[in-house]
């Protein structure tokens, strides 16, 4: 009964390789989010949707793109993956685009080796 | 550079004492929330304070908002081993973008 859980947790892969990170939430959220948080813990918003629309899209590579194929489910494909990607990367939802509160997901540990 | 900035960035104290950490910003917001996360997991949701609030408590939690400081402060009281966490402040900057820019975040250690 996870409210947002996110595949895979943990995910190691060379430089170059493409992988993808998938998002599904339960809570009838009509806003789903991607933020990357670096070995210094801050936290930075990449995307955000709203019932399937992209709302925000934040100066990230353009290696970088998400798909969301209904209002429960966002994904994460990154191309041509480099060292620099390395990271968490956790996935949210709201209710109203966030004022009242995020729900997270438990977040994918990526390593590029 | 970071919309909100928790202070300190490390707070270590004993079971049963009370932990403050603050938090400050820049632009004027909607609302203010503070989040917890354990080592390894995701962000919890702890409380929100709006704009036109200057208190709000939860439980053991106790928020404070200053919007012409531009700073809020959390208040966990009588701290326990469990609340050893890193806390986050995060804000909306305001003119509708929806985007909550979080904090640096104040690692706790709670000691038994």
């Known amino acids: 009964d996870t409210a947002v859980s996110q595949t895979p947790k943990y995910l190691v892969t060379q430089m170059g390789n493409d992988k993808s990170i998938k998002c599904e939430q339960n809570l009838g959220h009509d806003t789903m989010y991607w933020y990357k948080q670096d070995s210094k813990k801050f936290l930075k918003i990449m995307f955000s949707y709203n019932n399937k629309e992209l709302i925000i899209n934040e100066t990230v590579p353009n290696r970088f793109s998400p798909k969301s194929p209904d209002k429960a489910h966002l994904n994460l494909h990154i191309n041509s993956l480099e060292l620099g990607d390395s990271a968490v990367y956790f996935c949210?939802?709201?209710?109203?685009?966030?004022?009242?509160?995020?729900?997270f997901g438990s977040g994918t540990r990526l390593t590029v080796v | 550079s970071q919309q909100g900035e928790e202070d300190p960035q490390a707070l270590s104290i004993q079971e049963g004492e009370n932990a403050t950490m603050n938090c400050s910003y820049k632009?004027?917001?909607?609302?203010l929330q503070w989040y917890r996360q354990n080592s390894g997991r995701g962000l919890v949701h702890l409380i929100l304070i709006r704009s036109n609030e200057r208190e709000k408590h939860s439980g053991r939690l106790r928020v404070t908002l200053d919007t012409s400081k531009k700073s809020s402060s959390l208040l966990i009281t009588a701290s326990r081993a469990a609340d050893t966490a890193s806390y986050f402040c995060a804000t909306e900057p305001g003119g509708g973008t929806y985007k909550y820019i979080f904090g640096t975040g104040t690692r706790l250690k709670v000691l038994a």
């Open positions: 632009t004027s917001i909607n609302n």
């Open positions: 949210a939802s709201s209710q109203s685009q966030g004022s009242y509160g995020y729900t």
